[in-house]
Protein backbone atom coordinates (compact mmCIF):
# COMPACT_ATOMS: atom_id res chain seq x y z
CA UNK A 1 0.00 0.00 0.00
CA UNK A 2 0.85 3.38 -0.44
CA UNK A 3 3.30 5.22 2.72
CA UNK A 4 2.91 8.69 2.39
CA UNK A 5 5.04 10.40 5.43
CA UNK A 6 6.30 13.71 6.18
CA UNK A 7 9.82 14.41 7.52
CA UNK A 8 9.40 17.78 9.89
CA UNK A 9 6.06 17.91 12.41
CA UNK A 10 6.62 21.33 12.90
CA UNK A 11 8.29 24.20 11.01
CA UNK A 12 8.76 27.40 12.17
CA UNK A 13 10.22 30.93 9.90
CA UNK A 14 10.82 34.44 10.14
CA UNK A 15 7.82 36.16 8.09
CA UNK A 16 9.74 36.98 4.43
CA UNK A 17 11.80 34.07 5.21
CA UNK A 18 11.10 30.95 2.23
CA UNK A 19 9.85 27.49 3.94
CA UNK A 20 10.51 24.49 2.72
CA UNK A 21 8.06 21.26 3.02
CA UNK A 22 9.08 17.52 2.22
CA UNK A 23 7.09 14.23 1.84
CA UNK A 24 8.27 10.90 0.69
CA UNK A 25 6.14 8.55 -0.87
CA UNK A 26 6.59 4.90 -1.11
CA UNK A 27 5.21 3.31 -4.38
CA UNK A 28 6.71 4.28 -7.22
CA UNK A 29 3.86 3.79 -9.95
CA UNK A 30 2.12 6.99 -8.70
CA UNK A 31 1.54 9.15 -11.21
CA UNK A 32 -0.23 12.54 -9.42
CA UNK A 33 1.18 14.43 -6.35
CA UNK A 34 -0.98 17.30 -5.21
CA UNK A 35 -0.28 19.45 -2.05
CA UNK A 36 -3.41 21.02 0.42
CA UNK A 37 -3.09 23.89 3.29
CA UNK A 38 -5.75 23.60 5.79
CA UNK A 39 -6.47 26.43 7.89
CA UNK A 40 -7.66 25.77 12.09
CA UNK A 41 -11.62 24.67 11.67
CA UNK A 42 -11.31 24.26 7.80
CA UNK A 43 -11.02 21.64 5.30
CA UNK A 44 -7.87 21.16 2.96
CA UNK A 45 -7.31 23.63 0.50
CA UNK A 46 -5.98 22.29 -3.06
CA UNK A 47 -2.28 24.34 -3.50
CA UNK A 48 -0.63 23.10 -6.14
CA UNK A 49 -0.17 19.66 -8.45
CA UNK A 50 2.29 18.00 -10.29
CA UNK A 51 2.40 14.76 -12.45
CA UNK A 52 4.87 12.54 -12.94
CA UNK A 53 6.30 13.61 -15.63
CA UNK A 54 7.40 16.49 -14.66
CA UNK A 55 9.89 17.40 -12.08
CA UNK A 56 9.17 21.13 -11.06
CA UNK A 57 6.41 23.32 -11.02
CA UNK A 58 5.60 26.89 -10.25
CA UNK A 59 2.76 28.31 -9.15
CA UNK A 60 1.90 32.28 -6.98
CA UNK A 61 4.73 31.99 -4.78
CA UNK A 62 4.97 28.42 -4.28
CA UNK A 63 6.58 26.08 -5.73
CA UNK A 64 6.42 21.73 -6.29
CA UNK A 65 9.92 19.43 -6.71
CA UNK A 66 9.12 16.08 -7.32
CA UNK A 67 12.42 13.68 -7.15
CA UNK A 68 11.03 9.98 -8.75
CA UNK A 69 14.45 8.71 -8.31
CA UNK A 70 14.08 8.79 -3.84
CA UNK A 71 10.15 9.45 -4.13
CA UNK A 72 10.13 12.45 -2.68
CA UNK A 73 8.70 15.96 -3.22
CA UNK A 74 8.57 19.52 -1.44
CA UNK A 75 6.66 22.54 -1.29
CA UNK A 76 8.59 25.53 -1.18
CA UNK A 77 7.08 28.90 -0.31
CA UNK A 78 8.42 32.01 -1.08
CA UNK A 79 8.70 35.14 0.95
CA UNK A 80 6.59 33.31 3.58
CA UNK A 81 3.46 35.94 5.40
CA UNK A 82 1.94 34.99 8.27
CA UNK A 83 -1.45 33.63 6.55
CA UNK A 84 0.38 30.68 5.24
CA UNK A 85 0.39 29.72 8.65
CA UNK A 86 -1.68 26.33 8.40
CA UNK A 87 -0.68 22.84 8.30
CA UNK A 88 0.43 21.35 5.30
CA UNK A 89 -0.03 17.84 3.25
CA UNK A 90 0.90 15.72 0.70
CA UNK A 91 -1.69 13.72 -0.98
CA UNK A 92 -0.46 11.51 -3.89
CA UNK A 93 -2.77 8.92 -6.01
CA UNK A 94 -1.88 5.93 -6.56
CA UNK A 95 -1.33 4.05 -9.87
CA UNK A 96 -4.10 3.85 -12.80
CA UNK A 97 -5.91 0.90 -10.83
CA UNK A 98 -6.27 2.66 -8.05
CA UNK A 99 -8.62 5.70 -7.25
CA UNK A 100 -7.55 6.85 -3.68
CA UNK A 101 -6.02 9.66 -2.75
CA UNK A 102 -3.18 8.67 0.33
CA UNK A 103 -2.33 11.87 2.27
CA UNK A 104 0.64 12.55 4.47
CA UNK A 105 0.25 13.17 8.05
CA UNK A 106 0.89 16.82 7.86
CA UNK A 107 3.47 20.02 8.67
CA UNK A 108 2.30 22.83 10.32
CA UNK A 109 3.91 25.93 9.50
CA UNK A 110 4.39 28.70 11.55
CA UNK A 111 5.14 31.89 10.84
CA UNK A 112 7.24 34.53 13.57
CA UNK A 113 6.44 37.91 12.29
CA UNK B 1 -22.58 28.55 -3.90
CA UNK B 2 -21.07 26.07 -5.51
CA UNK B 3 -18.91 23.49 -3.78
CA UNK B 4 -18.94 20.71 -1.19
CA UNK B 5 -22.03 21.30 1.59
CA UNK B 6 -21.47 19.31 4.69
CA UNK B 7 -24.71 18.10 7.48
CA UNK B 8 -24.30 18.33 10.50
CA UNK B 9 -21.14 20.81 11.43
CA UNK B 10 -21.08 19.28 14.84
CA UNK B 11 -22.41 16.06 16.21
CA UNK B 12 -22.34 14.16 19.86
CA UNK B 13 -23.54 10.30 19.83
CA UNK B 14 -23.46 7.85 22.11
CA UNK B 15 -21.92 4.56 21.90
CA UNK B 16 -24.34 2.35 19.72
CA UNK B 17 -26.50 5.26 17.93
CA UNK B 18 -26.94 5.25 14.44
CA UNK B 19 -26.50 8.31 12.13
CA UNK B 20 -26.14 9.88 8.52
CA UNK B 21 -23.30 12.46 7.85
CA UNK B 22 -24.87 14.01 4.87
CA UNK B 23 -22.36 15.35 1.67
CA UNK B 24 -23.87 17.41 -1.29
CA UNK B 25 -22.17 18.66 -4.30
CA UNK B 26 -23.29 20.98 -6.83
CA UNK B 27 -20.50 21.16 -9.63
CA UNK B 28 -21.59 18.14 -11.40
CA UNK B 29 -18.36 16.02 -10.17
CA UNK B 30 -18.23 12.06 -10.73
CA UNK B 31 -15.43 11.63 -7.70
CA UNK B 32 -16.35 11.55 -4.29
CA UNK B 33 -14.58 10.74 -0.80
CA UNK B 34 -15.25 10.62 2.98
CA UNK B 35 -12.08 10.72 4.91
CA UNK B 36 -11.76 10.85 8.14
CA UNK B 37 -8.95 13.41 10.01
CA UNK B 38 -7.51 12.30 13.66
CA UNK B 39 -5.98 14.77 16.02
CA UNK B 40 -2.46 15.66 14.79
CA UNK B 41 -3.01 13.38 11.85
CA UNK B 42 -3.59 13.19 8.10
CA UNK B 43 -6.77 12.48 6.62
CA UNK B 44 -7.49 8.51 6.16
CA UNK B 45 -10.05 7.08 3.37
CA UNK B 46 -13.07 5.63 4.53
CA UNK B 47 -15.20 4.68 1.31
CA UNK B 48 -15.32 6.77 -2.16
CA UNK B 49 -16.98 6.50 -5.20
CA UNK B 50 -16.59 6.95 -8.99
CA UNK B 51 -19.83 7.37 -9.93
CA UNK B 52 -23.32 7.26 -8.98
CA UNK B 53 -24.02 3.70 -8.23
CA UNK B 54 -20.62 3.03 -7.84
CA UNK B 55 -19.06 2.62 -4.45
CA UNK B 56 -15.70 1.34 -2.64
CA UNK B 57 -13.99 0.88 0.16
CA UNK B 58 -10.84 2.94 1.38
CA UNK B 59 -8.42 1.93 3.99
CA UNK B 60 -10.66 2.29 7.17
CA UNK B 61 -13.91 1.72 6.34
CA UNK B 62 -15.08 -0.87 9.04
CA UNK B 63 -18.04 0.39 10.82
CA UNK B 64 -19.33 3.00 7.94
CA UNK B 65 -21.76 2.53 5.01
CA UNK B 66 -21.91 5.02 2.06
CA UNK B 67 -24.32 4.91 -0.72
CA UNK B 68 -24.07 6.76 -4.27
CA UNK B 69 -27.71 7.01 -6.10
CA UNK B 70 -27.13 9.99 -7.31
CA UNK B 71 -23.98 12.26 -8.31
CA UNK B 72 -24.99 15.03 -6.24
CA UNK B 73 -25.11 12.73 -2.56
CA UNK B 74 -22.39 10.83 -1.06
CA UNK B 75 -23.64 9.76 2.49
CA UNK B 76 -21.85 8.46 5.12
CA UNK B 77 -24.05 6.02 7.11
CA UNK B 78 -22.41 5.02 10.82
CA UNK B 79 -24.04 1.77 11.73
CA UNK B 80 -23.18 1.51 15.53
CA UNK B 81 -21.35 4.84 16.81
CA UNK B 82 -18.15 3.49 18.82
CA UNK B 83 -15.55 5.68 20.84
CA UNK B 84 -13.29 5.01 18.05
CA UNK B 85 -14.87 7.37 15.77
CA UNK B 86 -14.45 10.35 17.19
CA UNK B 87 -13.14 12.42 14.60
CA UNK B 88 -13.73 14.90 11.87
CA UNK B 89 -15.21 14.08 9.06
CA UNK B 90 -14.16 15.32 5.62
CA UNK B 91 -16.17 14.96 1.84
CA UNK B 92 -14.91 15.95 -1.05
CA UNK B 93 -15.33 15.93 -4.44
CA UNK B 94 -13.56 15.83 -8.11
CA UNK B 95 -14.10 15.66 -11.82
CA UNK B 96 -11.89 13.55 -12.32
CA UNK B 97 -8.62 11.76 -10.35
CA UNK B 98 -6.47 14.91 -11.82
CA UNK B 99 -8.53 17.65 -11.99
CA UNK B 100 -7.06 20.03 -9.50
CA UNK B 101 -7.29 16.91 -6.32
CA UNK B 102 -10.48 17.07 -4.70
CA UNK B 103 -12.67 20.11 -3.53
CA UNK B 104 -13.15 19.23 0.40
CA UNK B 105 -16.11 20.57 2.76
CA UNK B 106 -15.72 21.99 5.75
CA UNK B 107 -15.91 19.30 7.61
CA UNK B 108 -18.31 17.19 10.68
CA UNK B 109 -16.95 17.04 13.76
CA UNK B 110 -18.20 13.78 15.74
CA UNK B 111 -18.09 13.33 19.18
CA UNK B 112 -18.87 9.11 20.26
CA UNK B 113 -19.65 9.11 24.04
Known amino acids: GENVGLHLPTLSVQEGDNSIINCAYS??????FIWYKQESGKGPQFIID?????DKRQGQRVTVLLNKTVKHLSLQIAATQPGDSAVYFC????????????FGGGTRLMVKP | NAGVTQTPKFQVLKTGQSMTLQCAQD?????MSWYRQDPGMGLRLIHY???????DQGEVPNGYNVSRSTTEDFPLRLLSAAPSQTSVYFC????????????FGSGTRLTVV
Open chain 2, 27 to 31: MNHEY
Open chain 1, 27 to 32: NSASDY
Open chain 1, 50 to 54: IRSNM
Open chain 1, 91 to 102: AVWGDNAGNMLT
Open chain 2, 49 to 55: SVGAGIT
Open chain 2, 92 to 103: ASSYDREQYGYT
